[in-house]
T-cell receptor, first 110, second 115 residues
Framework: QKEVEQDPGPLSVPEGAIVSLNCTYSNSAFQYFMWYRQYSRKGPELLMY????GNKEDGRFTAQVDKSSKYISLFIRDSQPSDSATYLC??????????FGAGTQVVVTP | DTAVSQTPKYLVTQMGNDKSIKCEQN?????MYWYKQDSKKFLKIMFS???????INETVPNRFSPKSPDKAHLNLHINSLELGDSAVYFCASSRVRTELGSSLHFGNGTRLTVT
């Protein structure tokens, strides 16, 4: 079993909808939580970063961490076709390595 | 101005050949990494260097050998290439080590195809 689980999708939504993505992780010692966005044929780029339970908002993006359930989420409001990409969760494990989820492919249709 | 650049972008080669991928970062970061992304988009760490010192060496065939001549450069040499080595290889850097909470800056990848 992977330490970070993420549904690979694809997830198709109409423009303007809310996109909801999530990951679960296995070890409560994991401490830093990130979301990366990867466009086709590009490297991943950091989207959101948090280290505590609760919500963090940045424009149309909200990252949510629930340490008690070992569950993290990313919400994208008012989705745009330019949000079409693969979204990867990443969590720093107890050895300090960044463990990535499998990535969820999101397609926003106009 | 590209922060993490790797060359070449594409690499097509035959089984048994030896090839190298180069990476350079101009962010002044201390730590650099090699990640492998397979066809299912799963990113897996291979190696990490901090100030030219190897700090992470995952279970990777010893045909893969990283080299860091200075903290701004990290190269990857692969001997005796096999079909299963086909993947996208990403170089990344971070300001400090990830166990201190640092995030990664990635290059745009090298697409390796072994025929």
């Amino acid at each position: 079993q992977k330490e970070v689980e993420q549904d690979p999708g694809p997830l198709s939504v109409p423009e303007g909808a809310i996109v909801s993505l999530n990951c679960t992780y296995s070890n409560s010692a994991f401490q830093y939580f990130m979301w990366y966005r990867q466009y086709s044929r590009k490297g991943p780029e950091l989207l959101m970063y948090t280290y505590s339970s609760g919500n963090k908002e940045d424009g149309r993006f909200t990252a949510q961490v629930d340490k008690s359930s070992k569950y993290i989420s990313l919400f994208i409001r008012d989705s745009q076709p330019s949000d079409s990409a693969t979204y990867l969760c990443a969590i720093t494990d107890s050895w300090g390595k960044l463990q990535f989820g499998a990535g969820t492919q999101v397609v926003v249709t106009p | 101005d590209t922060a993490v650049s790797q060359t070449p972008k594409y690499l097509v080669t035959q089984m048994g050949n030896d090839k190298s991928i180069k990476c350079e970062q101009n962010l002044g970061h201390d730590t650099m990494y090699w990640y492998k992304q397979d066809s299912k988009k799963f990113l897996k760490i291979m190696f990490s260097y901090n100030n030219k010192e190897l700090i992470i060496n995952e279970t990777v065939p010893n045909r893969f050998s990283p080299k860091s001549p200075d903290k701004a450069h990290l190269n990857l040499h692969i001997n005796s290439l096999e079909l299963g080595d086909s993947a996208v290889y990403f170089c990344a850097s971070s300001r400090v080590r990830t166990e201190l909470g640092s995030s990664l800056h990635f290059g745009n990848g090298t697409r390796l195809t072994v025929t």
